[in-house]
């Protein structure tokens, strides 16, 4: 689970529910089944007519990564990538061919490929960073989808407000079912700024970071092998690598190093 997003909408909700119910509100005032469709079916109408319907279908199933993500293990890609290096100075590079199916990450594995066939290293680098720029060119497309439905909500919300108003008008000989009804066409936009505010724009900030952070991780594995092609020195590939790591962390050599160097 992310922690941080979880807590996030708990912390946003409790706030402004708090508020209300310190002002003398109570939460069942907003709740309205009319004005939550209102807004919802109206921005999900006006996403899927400005996106291809793939793109929206995606859009949707990415929600649960907000939620629900597995992220990379970074420093567990550079400790495999270190090794290969290891393994490939001593054997060569054709030696790495028996662990290219024992990698998982789709990328990695094409990059490694490339390199043990004795794909020269601008040419491994050239198709590697093709495949990228092109899945990169669709994935970024879905958070485009919760930006759009963060500005289309509170304008279908403000939709919702006047056909509730409209109802309202019917009844003006009754004071107190006008007012009663005013109260409650105003809900639609406040479903509609609450989803923008709340869920649609932090979606989509929060996809373009895990998005970012995957686009950095195949980078630094495509540096990696890149590297083990050239025949760097080991060492100076972890070094190189590290510098992609955003938590990065000194090897355990460096550690020693500085253990010692305290000693003395």
Same mark, same amino acid.
């Given at each position: ?6 807590? &996030?909408?708990? #912390? ?33 109408? /006006? ?5 291809? %319907? ?18 990379? =293990? ?21 030696? *790495? ?20 066939? !004795? ?10 960073? *093709?495949? %990228? =720029?092109?899945?990169? /060119? ?7 989808? @919760? ?16 056909? &509730? *108003? ?6 003006? $000989? ?23 505010? #709340?869920?649609? #724009?932090?979606?989509?900030?929060? %996809? ?8 950095? #991780? ?5 540096? &990696? ?18 510098? @992609? %790591?955003? =938590? $990065?962390?000194? $090897?355990?050599?460096?550690?020693? /190093?500085?253990?010692?160097?305290? !000693? /003395?």
């Amino acid at each position: 689970m992310d922690i941080a997003s979880i807590g &996030g909408i708990i #912390l946003a909700l409790v706030g402004i529910l708090g508020g209300m119910i310190i002002e003398g509100g109570s939460p069942m005032e907003i709740v309205k089944p009319t004005a939550f469709m209102i807004v919802v079916g109206g921005t999900a109408g /006006a996403c899927m007519l400005q996106f291809p %319907l793939s793109i929206f279908i995606a859009a949707c199933k990415s929600i649960v990564k907000v939620f629900l993500h597995k992220g990379h =293990d970074g420093e567990a890609v550079l400790k495999q990538l270190v090794e290969f290096a290891n393994k490939a100075r001593k054997s060569g590079i054709v030696s *790495l061919d028996s662990d290219i199916n024992d990698i998982h990450d789709p990328f990695l594995k094409q990059a490694l490929m490339l390199a043990v066939d !004795g794909t020269e290293p601008s040419e491994v680098r050239k198709i590697m960073e *093709l495949e %990228l =720029d092109n899945k990169s /060119a669709i994935e970024e497309k879905i958070p485009a989808v @919760f930006e759009a439905a963060g500005g289309y909500s509170p304008t279908v919300g403000i939709i919702g407000a006047v056909m &509730g *108003l409209i109802q309202v008008m019917k009844n003006l $000989s009754d004071i107190e079912e006008v007012g009663r009804g005013i109260a409650t066409a105003f809900v639609a936009t406040i479903y509609g700024v609450a989803i923008a505010n #709340l869920i649609c #724009l932090p979606a989509a900030a929060k %996809l373009k970071f895990r998005h970012s952070e995957e686009v950095m #991780l195949k980078q630094m594995m495509l540096e &990696g092998v890149i590297s083990i092609l050239e025949g760097m020195n080991p060492r100076m590939i972890e070094t190189k690598l590290r510098t @992609f %790591l955003f =938590d $990065s962390k000194p $090897s355990d050599e460096a550690d020693s /190093a500085k253990t010692a160097e305290a !000693g /003395a």
